[in-house]
């Protein structure tokens, strides 16, 4: 059954560093997304990318953020120098329509 | 802004006791989904609903939308220490960003 991946699993970084963080959605969506979920909080939504541009963002979808999508299967959000407070858990979604289905996250610690 | 609510936010029940657990909104929206997360991973789909008043089963779970598709529930029947989890309801308007609610965090006690 085809899965949403995500790399890496972990990632730890230094406050004010940037990081990358992939994603490869089901092969056959169209409409990718982006959420983070801090601990203890609710799933928290990011952006979303359609046609090789954002869709919407959010509020929390700052300039210290950006998405792309390289190639024809990887989907990634860069997070230029980052914060404590951005340490959370990082989940890619991807759809065909109106079923979001999630990859497992990358959980970035910022020290 | 839209809020979905779920309630109970912890339910701990015994082994066989059948369960609902509510997910309310005062929005609209085209389909509600329903998730399972178990720490540190993923949400897993679990439903969509996307009609007023529809109800779909998955083996001992029943999900149903509300006639005005601003709220869902979730009953299971002879809960089993398998289904203790947390379970996330999320409405949607289309291919829009999913609206999570809070959460409830479901255990089983055998």
């Known amino acids: 059954e085809p899965e949403v991946t995500q790399t890496p699993s972990h990632q730890v970084t230094q406050m004010g560093q940037e990081v990358i963080l992939r994603c490869v959605p089901i092969?056959?969506?169209?409409?990718f997304y982006w959420y983070r979920q801090i601990l203890g909080q609710k799933v928290e939504f990011l952006v979303s990318?359609?046609?090789?541009?954002?869709?919407?963002k959010s509020e929390i979808f700052d300039d210290q953020f950006s998405v792309e999508r390289p190639d024809g299967s990887n989907f990634t959000l860069k997070i230029r120098s980052t914060k404590l407070e951005d340490s959370a858990m990082y989940f890619c979604?991807?759809?065909?329509?109106?079923?979001?289905?999630f990859g497992p996250g990358t959980r970035l610690t910022v020290l | 802004t839209q809020l979905l609510e779920q309630s109970p936010q912890f339910l701990s029940i015994q082994e066989g006791e059948n369960l609902t657990v509510y997910c309310n909104s005062s929005?609209?929206?085209?389909?509600l989904q329903w998730y399972r997360q178990e720490p540190g991973e993923g949400p897993v789909l679990l439903v969509t609903?996307?009609?007023?008043?529809e109800v779909k089963k998955l083996k001992r779970l029943t999900f149903q939308f509300g006639d005005a598709r601003k709220d869902s529930s979730l009953h299971i029947t002879a809960a089993q220490p398998g289904d203790t989890g947390l379970y996330l309801c999320?409405?949607?308007?289309?291919?829009?960003?999913?609206?999570f609610g809070t959460g409830t965090r479901l255990t089983i006690i055998p």
């Open positions: 979604a991807s759809s065909a329509y109106n079923e979001q289905f």
């Open positions: 999320a409405g949607a308007r289309g291919n829009e960003k999913l609206t």
């Open positions: 929005s609209v929206f085209s389909s």
């Open positions: 609903v996307v009609t007023g008043g």
């Open positions: 092969s056959n969506h169209l409409y």
């Open positions: 990318f359609y046609n090789n541009e954002i869709s919407e």
